[in-house]
Every structure is written in structure tokens, then in C-alpha cells.
């Protein structure tokens, strides 16, 4: 078991792109970190940097107590699990989940032993005399974990495991590679673009963007208390409407927008004081805005007219994409009544949930 500590990290491939920037974080001992971001933001360098698949520029990285920046991969006593599997294809489950204990001349009894147990553990042990092409997509990534798993490491990097998976095995895979963190008790480290993985299956979310860390916090603190736009933006799906306007505080505190006007709370007047008469962004998440009519959950009292546009019916509820004037805003309703497309629609919003932020700097008031 063992903590691993990122400590001010930069890379700075050959041809001077700079790829990860002064970046730091810990995984506890144990804890299931998720390293989520857009394409390119640098996550898969980060971890090949733990693994020590990639030379560190500057900065410190630590396995334990260990500092590990010249220790080769080898010796870190680390398991990564990538998106393409890379089985040895002329080898079958067995040769391949053993290969690594044969190599390190681990006894014979003692492999199978090993073998066994992860199969079990994976419910594979009915194909350990399969080759990797007599195997489904999702029984490779299976025959993947396992192989890193046998090799007990003290922790578990992920690249992407799940992203060839059809939808349906992902899912099923995702709840399973939860499971197995339980089981084993290990430290594991896991990148992912999909912020819905990012949400579901870790203890800790580091958030980056262009090499740099923006947020590490716990899946619904980044959720709920987002610290930029980039974050509220990112995490959530459909993602958060954001509306710009400006701050009005006459009679009432007011957010008024180029298409309407909407009361504040007094509890807001902390955040958005030193905002009067300026441009704010002001954020609200689809599951939070209501149809006035038909939802009794739509106690909120701060209602404005909108027109429906479109509306997909997911069975448990319908994502409505909604425009008032020029906004466009999109809604998860309840399911009790198909919204009529072109028709004027009252939404309503509670307004306890908004969030403000700084068009200037990005970051999120509070
Ligand atoms: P993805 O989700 O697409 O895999 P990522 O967040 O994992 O993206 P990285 O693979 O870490 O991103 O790449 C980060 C940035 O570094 C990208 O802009 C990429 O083009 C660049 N990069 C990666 N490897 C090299 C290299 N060997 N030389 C130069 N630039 C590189």
C-alpha cells in the first residue's frame, strides 16, 4: 500500500511543448484518484510520469516515502492497465496474467495460486486457456486487470481502460473495477476524459485543463462548488447553463440578462456585493430549472417564459432545450407531460442552487 505524491511536476516534451505545468497532488494510501480533462490537457503524461514511462522535467514524485524520479519503471512496484490492453496475442489468458511472476521467477505453485485467485476474482476462470482474439473486448480488459493484479503492486495507474467498451460493458466494467478497489485495497490512480466515470468512481477528482490542475476535490464538492467556469462547465452532462448579466441592487437584488430579469436570494448578496452594476456569469444546472405547470417539485417561485425547441426523451426523463429571446437553456424534466415543441413554455428556477462567477477571471464568486 502506498501514498503517491505529486510535488511541483513539470514536462517539457523535446519539440519545447510544455505539457504539464508546475502540477501537484496526492493520492492517499488507498484512495481511488480520477485525473479527468478534455483531450490534450495532459493526463496521460502525468501518469506515465508516475510510472516512470516518462522522464520528469522538474519537480518530485514519491511512491511512499520513496522519491522515485530515477527509478525505472520496473522497480516502483506499480501496475498500469491501458485502453488497448497490449495481451500478448500468441499467449493465452494464463501464459499472459503469469507472464510477469514468470519473469520474475516466482515458483511455479505460487503463480498458479495467483493466477487463480485473480481470475476468480475477475470471473475469468473458465478462459484461461483462451488466446487474447478468442476473447470479447470486455473479457480483455478483464484478462488486462488481471495481469495487474497478480502482481500485487502497491499501486494502480489507469489509462483509459474503459474507453473501447461498448456503452453497456463500460458501465458494467466501471461498477467492477469500483468493486475491485474495495476488494484490493489499493492505491489506484485513474485517468478518464469522461467526466461521468470521473463523478462515479473515484474517491478524489483531479480537474485539468492545458497541463494545469484547476480543482482536486470530492466528486460532489467539484459538482456542487465548482471553482471556475472551465470546471462547472466540464463536470455535469448536460453540462450547466451559463448565462451572462449584470448585478442590479435598487429596490431588489436583481441578476438581469440580456432576455430577463431574475430575483436573487438575500443569502446571495455575500457573493455578488461588489458586483452592482457589473458583469456577472451566472450558472445553473439543467436538473434545476423546472416546468412550472406540471412539476410539483417547482416550488421555486422565479419563473420566466421560454419556448421549447427540442426535446429527447431519455424514459426517466426528458432533456429539454429551451430559448428565451436569445438564451438557450437546457432542462431535465420529470417525464409527467411531453413539453410541446414551439410552444411557450413557464420554466421556473431555483434559485438556491445558482452559481455566480467572474467573467474576467473565470473563477466562480464566493
Ligand atoms: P488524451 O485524452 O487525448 O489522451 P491527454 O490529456 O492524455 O489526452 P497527453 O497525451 O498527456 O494528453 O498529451 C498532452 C499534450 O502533450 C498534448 O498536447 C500532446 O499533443 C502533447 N504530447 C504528448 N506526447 C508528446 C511528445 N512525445 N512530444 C511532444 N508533445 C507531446
Redesign the pocket.
Known amino acids: 500500500m502506498a501514498k503517491v505524491t505529486v510535488s511541483k511536476v513539470n514536462k517539457i516534451?523535446?519539440?519545447s511543448?510544455h505539457?504539464v505545468i508546475n502540477t501537484s497532488f496526492v493520492a492517499e494510501d488507498k484512495e481511488f484518484v480520477i485525473l479527468v480533462?478534455p483531450?490534450?490537457?495532459?493526463?496521460?503524461?502525468m501518469l506515465r510520469m508516475i510510472a516512470g514511462l516518462e522522464e520528469i522535467t522538474s519537480g518530485k514524485i514519491y511512491i511512499g516515502d520513496k522519491l522515485v524520479n530515477n527509478i525505472p519503471p520496473k522497480d516502483r512496484n506499480i501496475a498500469m492497465v491501458f485502453q488497448n490492453y497490449a495481451l500478448y496475442p500468441h499467449m493465452t489468458v494464463y501464459q499472459n496474467m503469469a507472464f510477469a511472476l514468470k519473469l520474475r521467477k516466482t515458483p511455479k505453485a505460487e503463480i498458479d495460486k495467483k493466477v487463480k485467485n485473480a481470475a476468480d476474482l475477475l470471473g475469468i476462470g473458465d478462459l484461461l486457456q483462451r488466446k487474447p482474439k478468442q476473447l470479447s473486448g470486455g473479457q480483455r480488459q478483464r484478462v488486462a486487470l488481471g495481469r495487474a493484479i497478480v502482481r500485487q503492486p502497491k499501486v494502480f495507474l489507469f489509462d483509459e481502460p474503459l474507453s473501447n467498451l461498448d456503452a453497456k460493458l463500460r458501465v458494467q466494467m466501471r461498477t467492477e473495477i469500483i468493486k475491485l478497489h474495495k476488494k484490493l485495497a489499493t492505491t489506484m490512480i485513474y485517468?478518464t476524459?469522461d467526466q461521468v466515470e470521473a463523478m462515479t468512481m473515484g474517491d478524489k477528482i483531479v480537474v485539468m485543463k492545458d497541463g494545469i490542475i484547476h480543482q482536486i476535490d470530492s466528486p460532489l464538492n467539484i459538482y456542487n462548488s465548482p471553482i471556475n467556469l472551465f470546471v462547472a462547465g466540464f463536470i455535469g452532462s448536460p453540462s450547466i447553463n451559463l448565462i451572462e448579466g449584470f448585478i442590479k441592487n435598487n429596490d431588489d437584488l436583481m441578476f438581469t440578462s440580456e432576455n430577463f430579469s431574475l430575483k436573487l436570494l438575500p443569502e446571495h448578496m455575500e457573493e455578488v456585493s461588489a458586483f452592482k452594476d457589473k458583469p456577472v456569469i451566472l450558472g445553473i444546472r439543467p436538473e434545476d430549472i423546472y416546468d412550472a405547470q406540471y412539476d410539483s417539485n417547482a416550488q421555486a417561485p422565479v419563473q420566466i417564459d421560454a419556448v421549447c425547441e427540442v426535446v429527447e426523451p431519455m424514459g426517466n426523463e426528458f432533456i429539454v432545450f429551451l430559448s428565451a429571446g436569445n438564451t438557450k437553456l437546457t432542462a431535465r424534466f420529470d417525464p409527467k407531460r411531453y413539453p410541446e415543441i414551439d410552444a411557450k413554455q413557464t420554466i421556473s428556477l431555483d434559485m438556491r442552487k445558482v452559481l455566480f462567477f467572474d467573467p474576467q477571471t473565470e473563477k466562480r464568486l464566493i
Not at 39 to 45: D, F, L, P, Q
Request: glycine share 20%.
Open positions: 516534451y523535446d519539440n511543448f505539457a480533462g483531450s490534450g490537457c495532459g493526463k496521460t503524461t485517468v476524459h
